[in-house]
């Protein structure tokens, strides 16, 4: 059986070492520059395990699965397409995508292939992990990386309990091909699957930040996707580069989960900007004008988390 791994996005992961202490004491503005300069200063190893990685043209096919608005269908089309265009200021989608060309192998242009809608719930609205990689490996997907996306109303097994999103892979033949799900979390558990644009469901409760491209589930599964796409290039078939076990590895971008800017520490994200006239926070331009908030990725040259701002 091909392997998954689970994401759960947010400070829910980071903060697990550190709750007690952030929940029972708001911290003062000299322990926060402390604390803020633990996290970045401190590097940590991951290891290459020789195995696969994907460089070169990734096609990256799409699965709504469920409704999605035209709307949100362009937030995340838009993200994917800015991963490799030039065209957006700086600091950009694309800039953020660049550190994965650190990793071995050089670079990965992600192409968007095939988009599939699927609004009649074909499988249902109770989806099992067999259910994402049956949708995930329809013939006319194989060999490329298919990312399934499930609507609001639509619960996955493990969908905000332990996980607000996975990848793995399938096997067709002798072809091997990754996989992404990311669950919409809009009415299930935004505090979870959608922090920082919701507040969380325990620890400190600072105010969320506005979502760049007004749609808090959708924002957050821009999060959510951009760590599982960054994790699959890095280590799509169990042999790239994470840290720890692999049937629970850290990865890219979920080794710096909860860190979106500089100076972030447990329950707050980090300096990012802000749209002057929306009041929405980003850390990064896309095409079309759009505006994201990406998490940080570990650079292989620094042995670090590196964040756009």
Partial sequence: MAPKYGFCFGFLMCLSSCLLASSLVRPSMAAARKLSAL??????????????????????????????????????????????????????????????????????????????????????????????KA????????????????????????????????????????????????????????????????????????PPLVAPNGDVGVDGMVINLATLLANTVTNPFNGGYFQGPPTAPLEAVSACTGVFGSGAYPGYPGRVLEDKSSGASYNAHGVNGREYLLPAMWDPQTSACATLV
Wanted: charged content about 15%.
């Fill in 39 to 132: 996290v970045e200063e401190q590097p940590f190893p991951m290891k290459y395990h020789n195995g696969v990685l994907l460089k070169g043209n990734v096609t990256v096919n799409l699965v709504w699965y469920g409704s999605f608005s035209a709307a949100q269908r362009s937030i995340i089309v838009d993200f994917l397409e800015s991963l490799n265009s030039r065209a957006p200021p700086a600091p950009s989608v694309s800039s953020w995508w660049k550190t994965t060309e650190k990793y071995h192998g050089g670079s990965s242009a992600v192409v968007v292939g095939k988009q599939v809608l699927n609004e009649r719930y074909s499988l249902g609205k109770l989806l099992k992990t067999n259910h994402l």
């Fill in 135 to 206: 949708l995930a490996s329809k013939p006319n997907l194989v060999g490329a990386v298919t990312v399934v996306l499930t609507a609001k109303d639509v619960a996955v097994d493990g969908f905000c309990m332990s996980r607000c999103g996975t990848h793995g892979w399938t096997r067709s033949g002798k072809t091997r091909s990754a996989y992404v799900w990311v669950g919409n979390s809009e009415t299930q558990c935004p505090g979870q699957c959608a922090w920082p644009f919701h507040q969380p469901i325990y620890g400190p409760q600072t």
